[in-house]
Nanobody, 122 residues
């Protein structure tokens, strides 16, 4: 599976962005999808996850209630809607596809996109 993340940019605190992750190659619908982020000088951290079948979602506490992960299997695309953005959300955001648990571990994912930069100004 090849993944292409897009939709990042510069936004003021309190604003919104929607990230997209377009997949090609193997059947997208058989993979769980995750979003991670990495801020400068920090480790990559889990943001959100959606299962491959019934769309069960799981979020990091830091984004719960503000971010929403979704997927459109017909379009081979996953999304991350980010609302009420904060300066601490500034990071490179990566999408990933995988088939094993747990959802919050980077090594649960087999395929990674190239990342898209989100910058939130105060």
């Amino acid at each position: 599976v090849q993944l292409q993340a897009s939709g990042g940019g510069l936004v003021q605190a309190g604003g919104s962005l929607r990230l997209s992750c377009a997949a090609s190659g193997r059947p997208f619908s058989t993979y769980a999808m995750g979003w991670f982020r990495q801020a400068p000088g920090k480790e990559r951290e889990f943001v959100a996850h959606i299962s491959w079948n019934v769309g069960i979602t799981y979020y990091a506490d830091s984004v719960k209630g503000r971010f929403t992960i979704s997927r459109d299997n017909a379009k081979n695309t996953a999304y991350l809607q980010m609302n009420t953005l904060k300066p601490e959300d500034t990071a490179v955001y990566y999408c990933a596809a995988g088939v094993i648990s747990p959802a919050y571990r980077t090594d649960s994912y087999n395929y990674w996109g190239q990342g898209t930069l989100v910058t939130v100004s105060s």
